[in-house]
């Protein structure tokens, strides 16, 4: 890439597009190495890009072009309203999850609302708070995007946990982009799925998680970007994609309420084994759900109450 002196951000934006092919991702690029947000770019753009930040930006082309994710080489990404920080000991989090984060706060919102409506009503419950367990949190997506959505009236708790420390440490950094009293409502713990919760038996109103749910042979097919970049542990799940999923499915109902709820993200071909398992075992009215795409692509139940 040849790029002159004395060059203005918009002809600099207008050739790292031509490199990448993406004007989206030149301009997110030269947000990266200047610290300017879009808007300050837009009134820059006659402007002299020093000389240091055209090295940068080329540096970070030459990343994408040999196949590293952008999202790694800007390292962060948006996530309904946050901006993560993401690393590669992080899944990059993906537009489906979003829609599976929107499902359960839109669920905490209302069970808050119910709560409230009861403790005002004074029917004997004396308790106004929630909580909420996200297994396998990486960078905090929903964990934090639950913290920070639910109206901060509502007292609740959202415990995310991960197997990995560094991916825990990456979402602690995510938690500081929180306003302070969302950041309290958030704790991390490290641990294989439900064993960090020993004291949470019979405690939690809803589990959520995006385990691993790739087969083997569907990861041996995926884009060389995320198999060389992306961390194995979060994509790959033996038996068919499914060991995970039934796991935490399996063990789940131990830790819920009475009519608590189980939200699992899976590939779309997953689903109907996934319903079968639930329905099976003690849940009810176990639906599944569409993303973006119209794909179905998770799955709810509720724990049925012992009769
Ligand atoms: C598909 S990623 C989801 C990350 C994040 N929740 C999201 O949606 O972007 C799965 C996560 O589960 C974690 N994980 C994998 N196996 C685990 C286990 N046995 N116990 C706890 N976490 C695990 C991985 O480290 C990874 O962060």
Not at 106 to 123: F, G, H, P, T
Not at 139 to 144: D, E, K, N, Q, V
Not at 218 to 232: G, I, M, S, T, W
Request: charged share 30%; proline share 4%; net charge negative.
């Amino acid at each position: 890439m040849t790029v002159g002196r004395g060059i203005g951000y918009g002809d600099l934006i207008d050739l790292l597009a031509k490199e990448l092919q993406s004007f989206p991702q030149a301009k997110w690029v030269v947000e990266k190495v200047s610290g300017l947000d879009n808007t300050s770019i837009g009134l820059l753009l006659k402007d002299q890009v020093p000389l240091y930040l055209i090295d940068e930006a080329k540096e970070l082309v030459r990343r994408v072009k040999e196949g590293e994710p952008i999202q790694y080489v800007l390292e962060s990404w948006d996530f309904r309203y946050l901006r993560l920080a993401i690393n590669r000991s992080v899944l990059i989090p993906r537009p489906e999850t979003e829609v599976v984060a929107g499902f359960v706060i839109d669920e905490i919102r209302q069970r808050c609302e119910n709560l409230e409506d009861a403790v005002s009503k004074d029917v004997g419950i004396d308790r106004r708070y929630l909580r909420v367990v996200d297994l396998g949190t990486g960078s905090g997506a929903i964990a934090l995007s639950i913290a920070k959505e639910i109206d901060i009236r509502f007292d609740i708790e959202v415990v995310a946990t991960d197997l990995s420390q560094e991916a825990l440490e990456v979402a602690k950094t995510n938690l500081e982009t929180l306003d302070f009293p969302q950041q309290k409502r958030v704790q991390f713990m490290q641990g294989f799925w439900f064993n960090p919760l020993d004291d949470y038996i019979s405690a939690v109103d809803i589990i959520v998680s995006n385990p691993p749910y790739v087969s083997q042979s569907q990861y041996d097919e995926l884009d060389k970007c995320v198999k060389d970049f992306e961390p194995k542990v979060a994509l790959f799940a033996s038996d068919e994609g499914m060991s995970d999923l039934i796991y935490i499915a399996s063990n789940a109902a131990k830790y819920l309420k009475d009519d608590g709820m189980l939200v699992l993200e899976c590939a779309p071909e997953q689903i109907e084994p996934l319903v079968n398992f639930l329905e099976q075992a003690n849940y009810s009215d176990v639906e599944s759900h569409l993303d973006l795409s119209l794909r179905p692509r998770f799955v709810s139940g509720r724990i049925r109450a012992a009769s």
